[in-house]
């Protein structure tokens, strides 16, 4: 406890005597990306990066991680609860490190929110899923490439470890049928996502709800009592002061929302505006 308050107090000193600069901010506990989510999660910018990925691991290669292990990062479920151990250093095999490895590459963090599968579900581009079959009892990870018109994955077979691309899938109730499979049918049962600057709710989506959760915060009928503390106030802190105040509720009040509480024209779906950022580890 005492590391971690000792962190959090450096943190916030480098902040102001620094005024954020790019080596205040590595050396603070936790740190965000350059990248915005509004160019990530474009569809165009995805395909863009399926090409070069394409080149790498063409379709039929076989995806070894013999001489580059995949290790998994920082990961907590929603509304920010600590995993119980913390897998952070768990070596990943086989679907599941293929995913990971192309979804820690593509937001620039290894750190992820497990969001749980459910009859909410509905994919986003970058999203690795877990998908259980009810027949065999066996799940797959796959990474979600395409979500508007028809959504694909790429994949590695969970067998034979070789690469597929332009896998297509039709979503339903918390389920994936995978039509390049003649429509055979999954359940989805974990779905991991980067953490988003604003999402301080830990729902995975940036909306109002998070300035009210802000709100609830200030006013002091909301804790961070049982959550990973370090990773909710890199998702809160906007102004990186490293406290949570009026001042973080306000500015992400401004990006979602017009003066008079109007919300501000959706992108892609939802409700994002401003120069969001993703939560990455920063030790
Ligand atoms: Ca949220
Ligand atoms: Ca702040």
Known sequence: MKSIKSKIAAAALAAVTAACSAQAITASAYTYTTRTQRYL???SNMNSKVGAWKARYPAGSTFSTANAPVYSGKIVYSGFEPMNPSPENEELLRTQAYARKLASEY???TTFMALGGGSG???EIGDQVKIWDPDNHRSRWILITRTAGGVQATETDQFTNKVKWNVNYTVGNGTMDCTSENGKHYIVS???RPIKQGDVN???KVTTYDVQWLEGYVSGSNSTSGKDY???MA??????DWQITKADRDRLFNTLC?????LRPTYNGSTMYGNYKYVVLGW
Not at 235 to 240: E, L, S, T, V
Not at 258 to 262: F, I, K, L, R, T
């Open 235 to 240: 998702a809160i802190d906007f102004n990186g």
């Open 230 to 232: 370090n990773l909710l």
């Open 121 to 123: 579900f509905s994919p």
């Open 190 to 192: 974990d779905c991991y």
């Open 41 to 43: 999660q474009t569809q």
């Open 107 to 109: 937001f620039g963090t």
């Open 258 to 262: 017009y003066a008079d509480g109007s």
């Open 202 to 204: 830990g729902d995975g």
